[in-house]
């Protein structure tokens, strides 16, 4: 009995024991299952908390791609109204939304730093974009040096580019491979949703079953799941942040839309405003050089009236004095007609007519024009090294050019000092002056010793209506169109400068192998009148004196001319003398000009040549209705006048031109 005694007390002792540590055991239990509990809920709300960042990284970086496709079609935009309305502030604004664009695009690689799967899309992308960035300064260039068509033409050539098709093509990778990443990424947020609603079942369940046992268990069960609520509630708060950022997403490229349609509709209502605001810069450009030139011209004129009034005192009692005085005055009208083709030239109403010109030659016939323009206070030196090689270039554009740049030496030398004027030869590499292929070269160089330019300045002296002068002294169009005549033929233009120590203009053009140049306007009148047989002509001239001139110089070239002071009386005229072989028209008159005549004249006359007579060298090749026929410049000489009617005689209009015409 006592040994089954001692068995039932430690069975007793051993319940005792089990009944004891049983509350031990269940909150060993409770605390097991609660850490698990809670490490669980903490990684199910880490994964959440993750998954919605890299949801909104994604909603971050298509935000940003976008914002990088508006602001480049922005930039594109402008870069459009400048190459129409070559405003320079219009320019600057395309170079500003360019550098914002350049922002967006860091800003996007920047977002895009830890995804791998865009790396080759977004260095693709740069390189796109530094390419398309390359091509609009090209354009921007040559809008800025007045290369208006030439801008043109390649902006109509880089919207149909590669490079654009490239950005926007990458752009769509873009976006396409975070949309795909976004959706991994909301499905990841919802995974971790319900993970997180799992732990919350589960938590309910252990707390209820545990409430029974223990306070503490019940206790920790109420704040895993006051903890659950809160992880849900950031969960709804990040969401809904996620929807209102892609709500601003879409607002955003709405907006962008909607002011890209606005640009074009401004563009298109201010373009006839800029065109008035274009025209009177030029005018007032204009303007400034004719009152520059005024003092010369007059000088000319004086000559004129001086030498023909002294050459009609002496008509008759000292005839070698009157010659003598009519040579002068025929020298001044010489000058008179290259200083308006020169001031016609500026205002681009003349063409170039380039030729084959000695740069010695040139220069030295400019010296007594320099002189007289900057003034006795100024010593000139010049250097002839060009040996014979000549240049292709309009030789009066090339000289109002050189002038240009001896009177902008006179302002910076404030009317007192040394200019020198230098010819010389050089061979050139390709590439080692600007974009000058290689070859032989005539370098024009034009040294001061003024004031100098800072590199500022330095950097914008080809910029159009860029002028370091004050008002009404220049405007800042003399190098820019230097620099446009330049490069028109096939040269570059250098300057050397240093503040205090004065500057050096370099032009370089290439080498021409042709024949010399005939002369300018002036050689024709040193040359004998061309005779042709007697023809009967039709002259159609609105003003009586320039009427009656044209009779009596058709008269000494020994031709039967017939007077027409009006266009509408010249079909007429022609069916009442049908002998006519010629009609010589003046081109603008009253009512109609002399092409619109000629087209309405019957179809039995369109067989006639015709010459027409134009003061306004910018008649000249820019119209059709010259097709076919000779045209002669006013001022004239009988010599010009007879190699203008051989011409005339000797060429039939261009097969199609009447009926062009009809």
């Known amino acids: 009995m006592a040994h089954g005694d001692h068995l039932d007390g430690r069975e007793s002792r051993w319940r005792v024991g089990a009944r ?47 914002g990088f496709e508006a602001q480049v079609a922005r930039a594109e935009v402008t870069l459009a109204r400048y190459v129409i309305s070559l405003d320079p502030d219009t320019g600057r604004l395309f170079q500003d939304q360019w550098r914002g664009a350049a922002r967006q695009l860091r800003a996007l690689s920047y977002a895009t730093r830890r995804s791998g799967w ?45 490079d654009l098709r490239r950005i926007t093509a990458l752009l769509d990778m873009v976006i396409r491979a975070e949309n795909s990443r976004l959706q991994e990424r909301s499905l990841a947020v919802s995974l971790a949703g319900d993970r997180t609603e799992q732990v919350g079942r589960t938590s309910r369940l252990l707390g209820l079953v545990l409430l029974v046992c223990v306070l503490f268990a019940a206790w920790l069960a109420n704040a895993a799941y006051s903890e659950r609520r809160k992880a849900r509630t950031l969960a ?13 997403v879409q607002a955003r490229t709405a907006e962008l839309s909607a002011a890209y349609d606005e640009l074009k509709r401004e563009s298109a209502e201010r373009a006839a405003a800029e065109d008035n605001l274009r025209q009177m810069q030029k005018m007032d450009a204009v303007g400034q050089l004719t009152g520059g030139i005024a003092h010369d011209f007059n000088n000319m004129l004086a000559v004129v009236v001086g030498g023909l009034e002294l050459a009609k005192r002496n008509l008759r009692l000292k005839p070698e004095d009157a010659a003598r005085h009519l040579d002068n005055a025929m020298e001044g009208a010489n000058r008179a007609s290259a200083l308006t083709r020169r001031l016609l030239a500026f205002a681009r109403s003349e063409p170039l007519l380039p030729s084959a010109v000695d740069p010695d030659a040139l220069i030295a016939g400019m010296a007594d024009l320099i002189d007289r323009t900057i003034g006795d206070q100024i010593i000139v030196s010049f250097s002839h090294r060009a040996e014979g090689w000549r240049i292709f270039v309009d030789q009066h554009q090339l000289e109002n050019a050189i002038l240009n740049l001896c009177v902008n030496a006179r302002d910076a030398m404030e009317g007192r000092g040394r200019l020198s004027l230098s010819t010389d030869r050089i061979a050139l590499k390709a590439g080692e002056i600007g974009d000058c292929a290689a070859g032989d070269y005539v370098v024009l160089t034009v040294t001061d010793d003024g004031c100098g330019m800072t590199p500022e300045v330095l950097a914008r002296v080809f910029e159009p209506f860029f002028t370091t002068k004050p008002v009404g002294k220049g405007t800042g169009l003399g190098l820019s169109q230097i620099f446009g005549l330049v490069r028109q033929c096939a040269g570059e233009i250098r300057i050397d400068s240093t ?11 290439p080498r ?35 009427l009656n001139q044209t009779m009596a110089a058709l008269s000494e070239l020994g031709h039967l001319p017939v007077a027409c002071d009006h266009p509408a009386k010249a079909a007429k005229l022609l069916a009442n003398n049908a002998d006519i072989g010629l009609i010589i028209s003046d081109v603008l008159m009253p009512d109609m000009t002399g092409p619109e005549m000629v087209k309405a004249l019957p179809a039995q ?36 006048l007879g190699q203008a009617l051989g011409d005339a005689l000797s060429v039939s209009p261009l097969p199609g031109t009447a009926a062009a015409a009809e």
């Open 20 to 66: 004891r540590a049983l509350p031990f055991l269940l909150v060993a239990l409770l605390v097991g299952a609660l850490g698990a509990l809670l490490y669980t809920a903490s990684n199910a709300t880490r994964d959440h908390q993750r998954a919605l960042e890299e949801q909104q990284r994604s909603f971050e970086v298509i935000a940003l791609a976008r």
């Open 118 to 162: 865009q790396r080759g899309h977004l260095e693709a992308l740069e390189r796109a974009f530094a390419e398309r960035g390359r091509t609009l300064n090209e354009i921007g260039l040559r809008t800025a040096y007045d290369q208006k068509m030439a801008a043109l033409a390649r902006f109509h050539q880089a919207g149909k580019s590669r």
């Open 236 to 248: 709804e708060l990040e969401t809904e942040r996620a929807d209102r950022l892609e709500a601003a």
């Open 499 to 509: 503040p205090g120590e004065g500057s050096s203009v370099h032009i370089y053009l």
């Open 512 to 546: 021409c192998l042709g024949e010399a140049a005939d002369g300018d306007d002036g050689a024709a009148f040193a040359q004998g009148p061309v005779r042709q047989p007697p023809t009967r002509i039709l002259v159609v001239e609105d003003d009586p004196r320039v």
């Open 605 to 640: 006359f369109r067989h006639l040549p015709v010459l027409f007579v134009t003061g306004y060298a910018g008649d000249v090749g820019e119209s059709a209705d010259f097709a076919g026929h000779a045209v002669l410049r006013k001022p004239y000489t009988l010599a010009a």
